[in-house]
């Protein structure tokens, strides 16, 4: 390190680095998400409440690494100086800070083959999310929900473009794969969204949205009423 950058363990910032300025334009970042646990389904306020694992990378050539390592995790207070997607999920249902929704957070570098260094951003959040279930053939219903995640900021796909990852979302990681047996009352079936484009929400005309995210679709077990 040099009177010019920050570090920790074998990672640099440079002097004058914005942790609020976009690393590029497009950013293109490289998206998994997982569907760790429903704890409840309430019918009554069409809202479930679930937890979730998400990945982010992306590249940022304004950080260097000086060493040979291909993963390296850093203090806590570095990896807050270094900028990330704001990521929101759509339609949450309550007042709750989204700060205090997370479990576990984890910021890493990686240097690939390449020598390309990217920036990975993990972290657990439990939501309680609104999803406008219809049960007029209860205990026969069927009801898909989505679970949609942007950019808070720079939701534009210009700015911020989210690729997803082929992964199953019901597998993270193998050890503790979502256990169907747990949610008694309903059938589970899980699928990555195909339309990760959406209209604008803030801007008219033909500006998108990059969201991607999950279909949850939940259908009543008659034999648990």
């Given amino acids: 390190p040099t009177h010019s950058q920050e570090c920790s363990s074998t990672v640099c910032i440079?002097?004058?680095?914005?942790?609020?300025?976009l690393p590029a334009l497009p950013v293109h970042v490289e998206t998994t998400i997982f569907l760790l646990d429903i704890f409840t389904v309430h019918?009554?306020?069409?809202?479930?409440?679930i937890s979730l694992y998400i990945s982010l990378w992306w590249k940022d050539k304004r950080i260097q690494s000086d060493g040979d390592e291909e993963d390296v995790e850093v203090q806590k207070s570095f990896f807050e100086k270094v900028w990330k997607p704001d990521v929101i999920i759509w339609n949450l249902n309550g007042e709750k800070p989204y700060s205090e929704r997370l479990t576990r957070e984890t910021g890493m570098f990686y240097t690939d083959g390449n020598c390309t260094l990217w920036v990975g951003h993990s972290f657990e959040i439990d939501v309680g999310l609104v999803c406008p279930m219809d049960f007029a053939r209860?205990?026969?219903?069927?009801?898909?929900?989505?679970?949609?995640?942007?950019?808070?900021?720079?939701?534009?796909?210009?700015?911020?473009?989210f690729t997803v990852s082929p992964e199953s979302p019901d597998y993270y990681?193998?050890?503790?794969?979502?256990?169907m047996k747990t949610i008694r009352d309903y059938d589970i079936e899980l699928a990555h969204l195909t339309d990760t484009r959406m209209p604008?929400?803030?801007?008219?005309g033909?500006?998108?949205d990059s969201a991607p995210g999950l279909k949850l679709v939940l259908t009543t077990r008659p034999g648990s009423f």
């Avoid at 990681?173 to 256990?179: A, I, K, M, Q, Y």
């Fill in 14 to 21: 440079p002097k004058g680095y914005n942790k609020i300025e």
């Fill in 200 to 204: 604008s929400r803030n801007y008219p």
């Fill in 138 to 161: 209860f205990p026969f219903d069927t009801n898909e929900c989505e679970i949609r995640m942007s950019s808070f900021t720079h939701e534009n796909e210009d700015k911020i473009n």
């Fill in 206 to 208: 033909d500006y998108m």
């Fill in 43 to 49: 019918p009554e306020t069409f809202t479930l409440d």
């Fill in 173 to 179: 990681p193998p050890s503790t794969r979502l256990d």
